[in-house]
T-cell receptor
């Protein structure tokens, strides 16, 4: 069965410092991996995705994620955090059995401290 | 593009009443998903449709919940009768499904349901 794990419920980082939000996946075959962000009282917004090709994927708002097949990870990164990046972040993997639903992680709340 | 549209944005009702949530997917998308989000249970997939056909409703909590998609541009999620434990934010999302598609889902703003 497909799944993703976000091992940290909460990540705190100082403004201007690099940030990392972790995600590991479990899937047979080649995964389609996604990151979404949720700001307070909003729906989830698509940030970036990995389908194939370059292991480093660039997305919205200066975020990027690195696909690491040997470590089955897809960590979200940003070189310099902004206070406005404070939000709830979800990692997701697409079902590879033929269905097209996504399996979401439990979310990581990122707080950027001024 | 207007994105995924959900209505109402907020709904307050009393236990036992019928609640209907509405969703208009992004034009051209052929997959539609209903999710529920609570603090306790996180984000849960309730049901999804491809080309207006329900594919997986295993996440629907019980018979009080039903969903329909009569055409490509409209879906409803109905709760009858509603209970306080149904209080949550309900999201609708849509995607483009098919050969070669990555199935990126785009979410609506959600409906915050409070059942008193």
């Amino acid at each position: 069965a497909q799944s993703v794990a976000q091992p940290e419920d909460q990540v705190n980082v100082a403004e201007g410092n690099p940030l990392t939000v972790k995600c590991t996946y479990s899937v047979s075959g080649n995964p389609y991996l996604f990151w979404y962000v949720q700001y307070p009282n909003r729906g989830l917004q698509f940030l970036l995705k990995y389908i194939t090709g370059d292991n480093l994927v660039k997305g919205s708002y200066g975020f990027e994620a690195e696909f690491n097949k040997s470590q089955t990870s897809f960590h979200l990164k940003k070189p310099s955090a902004l206070v406005s990046d404070s939000a709830l972040y979800f990692c997701a993997v697409r079902d590879v059995t033929g269905a097209n639903n996504l399996f979401f992680g439990t979310g990581t709340r990122l707080t950027v401290i001024p | 593009d207007a994105g995924v549209i959900q209505s109402p944005r907020h709904e307050v009702t009393e236990m036992g009443q019928e609640v209907t949530l509405r969703c208009k997917p992004i034009s051209g998308h052929n997959s539609l998903f209903w999710y529920r989000q609570t603090m306790m249970r996180g984000l849960e997939l309730l049901i999804y449709f491809n080309n207006n056909v329900p594919i997986d409703d295993s996440g629907m909590p019980e018979d009080r919940f039903s969903a329909k998609m009569p055409n490509a541009s409209f879906s409803t999620l109905k709760i009858q009768p509603s209970e306080p434990r149904d209080s949550a934010v309900y999201f609708c999302a849509s995607s483009l499904w098919g050969r070669g598609q990555s199935d990126t889902q785009y979410f609506g703003p959600g409906t915050r349901l409070t059942v008193l």
